[in-house]
């Protein structure tokens, strides 16, 4: 239970991590387009991480393809996606789809709710976030690579998964009810709109020619003491003892 507790408040922490810089323009790109664009980058959020952090190493194994291929394949959706934001024709073309694909699942009212494509979007979010994880997940992860997944490791990794989504949500959701607030803001939604396309390129391009793997370690050379607080909650000893049970389990 403690796990649980503790695992649930470090995914909330992880959004003060210098980890979470390349994920903030998908978070903002959540703050445009149909309603259920947000709901969905969550739930795809949840389901991809999940699945990542439990199956990786097995998935890896099935498919005979390395971490960084996922990896990769995962920067070019978010890539694919800025475009879609981007580019006009691209976005109504996506539109078109995705609404067909949920009409199909009946997951979708229409072309304005954006489920499915924040869905997708999501789905690219599981392995990105992975680097961002402290001891608690680190030490499901390493449990997960021996082949050893259990309903408390999965429950764990839900548990932490679910806090993590807590600060996303009211990123995207606040930024709505600031466009709502601000009538300026709202007539120039399209420009916001492409404005975070093109944020979601870049960040794209950086983190395909490692950039962000570089910026995450200078800030971990250069700010130990920040990080060290973010993670003092899963250093404690009541959580050390339980993460040594867990392995002996």
């Known amino acids: 239970m403690v796990l649980l507790l503790v695992a649930f408040l470090a995914g909330v922490l992880t959004i003060a991590s210098p980890c979470v810089l390349p994920i903030l323009p998908v978070l903002l790109s959540g703050t445009v387009g149909g309603r259920g664009r947000p709901i969905g980058i969550i739930v795809g959020f ?9 199956f990786l190493s097995s998935l890896v194994r099935l498919l005979g393809i390395g971490a960084d291929t996922l990896r990769v394949f995962s ?13 006009p024709a691209l976005h109504q073309r996506f539109e078109r789809l995705t609404s067909s694909m949920g009409s199909v699942g009946g997951l979708q009212k229409g072309p304005q709710d954006g489920f499915v494509g924040g869905l997708l979007m999501g789905l ?14 680190a030490s499901v992860i390493t ?4 082949g050893t997944v259990t309903a408390q490791t999965a429950a764990i990794t839900t548990a932490y998964a679910l806090g993590a989504a807590i600060p996303m949500v009211a990123v995207m959701l606040g930024g709505r009810a600031l466009l709502n607030r601000v009538p300026g803001l709202f007539d120039a939604l399209g420009g916001l709109q492409r404005s975070f396309g093109v944020l979601l390129v870049v960040f794209g391009a950086g983190m395909f020619l490692g950039w962000d793997r570089q910026l995450q370690t200078w800030f971990v050379e250069n700010n130990s003491g920040y990080l060290n607080w973010i993670f003092s909650l899963e250093d404690a000893r009541g959580v050390q003892d339980g993460l040594q049970d867990l392995q002996k389990q």
């Open 46 to 54: 949840l389901l991809s991480f999940v699945f990542f952090t439990l």
């Open 124 to 137: 690219s979010l599981g392995l990105l976030w992975t680097p961002c994880v402290g001891p608690i997940l």
């Open 75 to 87: 920067i070019v959706l978010l890539m694919v996606f800025g475009l879609v934001l981007v580019v």
């Open 143 to 146: 449990l997960a690579l021996n």
